[in-house]
């Protein structure tokens, strides 16, 4: 069992936690609420250099999310090891998330939104679908998996879920404080952008969450589709 987090992060790769939801995570960790990263997989698929091997570039991509993971103040980072590119929406996937959901007990658990249209990596998609479905009903119910209860994971109800890469936004978090360490954070992950210098970067970032921002208060905003699960 894990100590008790406030918000799980359930991600399928290195970087996309930062780029949905890091700067959230950097004034949630700021008021004083725990925060822990669980990727599915190490990313190890993510490079244009066929020189690179598949485990070179997965100690690369933990090194650089454990990197960022620092930065932004959250206090937990697993990885589950699955292979890149082939999350499946699986009986077995859903039983680990609920295990760790069930072991962290959180009070919020942040995702990608398995409901975004035509071009989305299809383990965003996937790691979504799973981590919705472990949520609610699954992570809830001391019938779901009997031999879990024999090991001491207990029914957990969490009461919000977050998704980002959401078309449907309701939900818009003011990250204009924290969006320097978000672009920190961000840099942490070098092998993702060799093509960018780092201003281009910083001004490309700027652009991109101003823009997400556009139809909210805030000048800088991370947008998602927050849904507050029945108790
Ligand atoms: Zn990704």
Redesign the pocket.
């Known amino acids: 069992m894990k100590a008790p987090v406030d918000i799980l992060v359930i ?3 290195p ?2 936690a930062e780029y949905g939801v890091a700067g959230t995570v950097a004034r949630w960790v700021r008021e004083g609420r725990s925060v822990a990263y669980v990727l599915c997989t190490s ?1 190890e698929k ?1 490079t244009t250099d066929r020189a690179l091997t598949p485990e070179k570039l997965a100690v690369i991509r933990e090194q650089e999310q454990r990197a960022a993971a620092e930065i932004l103040g959250v206090r937990e980072v697993d990885f589950l090891r699955y292979p890149d590119q082939s999350i499946e929406d699986t009986p077995e996937l859903r039983k680990h998330i609920v295990q760790i959901i069930r072991a962290y007990r959180p009070h919020t658990v942040v995702t ?1 939104d398995p409901y975004r249209r035509y071009v989305w ?1 299809r ?2 998609r996937n790691i979504g679908q799973v981590v919705l479905d472990a949520a609610f009903p699954f992570a809830r119910d001391h019938g779901a998996y009997p031999d879990l209860l024999e090991k001491g994971y207990e029914p957990h109800k969490i009461k919000e879920l977050w998704f980002f890469g959401a078309e449907d936004v309701n939900h818009y978090s003011d990250i204009a404080e924290t969006f320097d360490l978000k672009l920190a954070a961000l840099k942490c992950h070098a092998s993702q952008m060799r093509e960018l210098n780092i201003e281009d970067l910083n001004e490309w970032m700027r652009a991109r969450y101003r823009n997400l921002a556009k139809d909210s208060d805030y000048e800088l905003a991370e947008a998602f589709h927050r849904v507050k699960l029945p108790g």
Request: no cysteine; proline share 0%; net charge negative.
């Open positions: 991600t399928a790769h970087d996309d990313g993510g990608t990596h383990d965003h």
